[in-house]
């Protein structure tokens, strides 16, 4: 593996595993928070999903292909949270998710929010990057080290799960509805916290 590889596959891992960048950790958190490990291909596939969209807008805006407003998009990843713990609060007593694991309108709104996020990751990632010719394989190493980050984070939520309704006897619908409100919590701060002089 190229030093410059590990490089930004490390730099990607630490962004997203990281306590400064919480508004995407937050957001990792929020979208698991209705699923237990026994879903492992479900959360799997959300991530993905969501992986696939902020791949897309970061390289995109990376790249300079595509322009936006940074403070609309610093507005938008914290309403993306509020919104994905309002529709947790829905689903508190549906239990086991029924369809495809695979194909669900839930990984679809995932990867449409991580269009959004992707443009949050760019701003990092522009500060970055070289002037050279090595900006795919940078681009492709900061994508890896953000998933196997979002995957360290739901590992690491599935096991306080697995301790709190196994062995603590926590109810599952009350570890989604608190992971929830406390993740939409964040998100209604965060949004308060905007310029919205700068948005608009």
């Not at 400064?20 to 291909?41: I, K, N, P, T």
Request: aromatic content about 12%; proline content about 0%.
């Amino acid at each position: 593996m190229s030093s410059v590889f590990f490089t930004y596959l490390q730099l990607g891992f630490h962004h997203i595993f990281n306590l400064q960048a919480y508004d995407h950790m937050v957001f990792v958190l929020a979208m698991c928070a209705v699923y237990s490990g026994s879903e492992w291909r479900r959360i799997l596939a959300l991530v993905t999903s969501f992986t696939i969209g902020h791949s897309i807008t970061l390289a995109l805006s990376t790249l300079e292909m595509i322009k936006f407003n940074t403070a609309l998009i610093e507005l938008l990843i914290p309403i993306t949270i509020l919104l994905t713990c309002l529709y947790n609060f829905t689903q508190l007593g549906n239990g086991r998710k029924k369809g495809n694991a695979l194909w669900s309108w839930n990984n679809l709104f995932a990867a449409a929010f991580g269009l959004i996020h992707g443009m949050g990751f760019s701003n990092y990632l522009k500060s970055l990057l070289g002037q050279g010719q090595n900006i795919v394989l940078e681009l492709l190493a900061f994508n890896i080290g953000i998933e196997l980050g979002q995957l360290l984070i739901v590992l690491l939520v599935l096991i306080i799960n697995l301790l709190l309704t196994r062995f603590l006897s926590v109810k599952k619908r009350d570890w989604a509805l608190g992971i929830s409100s406390a993740a939409g919590a964040i998100a209604l701060m965060l949004i308060l916290e905007q310029d919205l002089s700068a948005v608009f």
